[in-house]
T-cell receptor
Framework: KAGVTQTPRYLIKTRGQQVTLSCSPISGHRSVSWYQQTPGQGLQFLFEYFSETQRNKGNFPGRFSGRQFSNSRSEMNVSTLELGDSALYLC?????????????FGPGTRLTVL | KQEVTQIPAALSVPEGENLVLNCSFTDSAIYNLQWFRQDPGKGLTSLLLIQSSQREQTSGRLNASLDKSSGRSTLYIAASQPGDSATYLCAVVGNAGNMLTFGGGTRLMVKP
């Protein structure tokens, strides 16, 4: 079974631009969550999507948004990029059936904002 | 608000030692706790999942325990190897869907 995949793996953008990251969950998994990892703040939850609906949202500004498609693939978008958005963005998938199941992470997208 | 703490932040041991990593959480109302490993610049690899009704889980040289009432979990690594060098993270799931709240991690170095 293929694992969680994320594209692209690396991105370099400049301040003010916008970016879209993609995550394909493990086949059969319906829940996708996004996390931001920085040296200063560690791993922080962005949002979770389940069956195309946002189920939970972390404490991030509205510049961070996401969506999920009918095939469970998810995208997150960051508009008006700031230097502080430079981070490793990770997505995780779980079956979502009955909740509280093991979560599996992708390799991440390294975003650098110049 | 749930807070997760991992002690120590860094640990260096000689190869072959048995070691214990600690994780504590402030809100005992969790549904499960998961231990992960992260190699530099990489994603997270799931090691063990403990449901709230369980006391421990084992996988190979790894054993994780959970004491929900005291808000603690430990990850025991037997006969450590240089390949075990990585950052180990614990995370808990509470009552907000599948949201994981992470600790800051323990950076482990196993010296040959």
């Amino acid at each position: 079974k293929a694992g969680v995949t994320q594209t692209p793996r690396y991105l370099i953008k400049t301040r003010g631009q916008q970016v879209t990251l993609s995550c394909s969950p493990i086949s059969g998994h319906r829940s996708v969550s996004w996390y931001q990892q920085t040296p200063g703040q560690g791993l922080q939850f962005l949002f979770e999507y389940f069956s195309e609906t946002q189920r939970n949202k972390g404490n991030f500004p509205g510049r961070f948004s996401g969506r999920q498609f009918s095939n469970s693939r998810s995208e997150m978008n960051v508009s008006t990029l700031e230097l502080g958005d430079s981070a490793l963005y990770l997505c995780a998938s779980t079956s979502g059936q009955g909740d509280y199941n093991e979560q599996f992470f992708g390799p991440g997208t390294r975003l650098t904002v110049l | 608000k749930q807070e997760v703490t991992q002690i120590p932040a860094a640990l260096s041991v000689p190869e072959g030692e048995n070691l214990v990593l600690n994780c504590s959480f402030t809100d005992s109302a969790i549904y499960n706790l998961q231990w992960f490993r992260q190699d530099p610049g990489k994603g997270l690899t799931s090691l063990l999942l403990i449901q709230s009704s369980q006391r421990e889980q084992t996988s190979g040289r790894l054993n994780a325990s959970l004491d929900k009432s005291s808000g603690r979990s430990t990850l025991y690594i037997a006969a450590s190897q240089p390949g075990d060098s990585a950052t180990y993270l614990c995370a808990v799931v509470g009552n907000a869907g599948n949201m994981l709240t992470f600790g800051g991690g323990t950076r482990l170095m196993v010296k040959p």
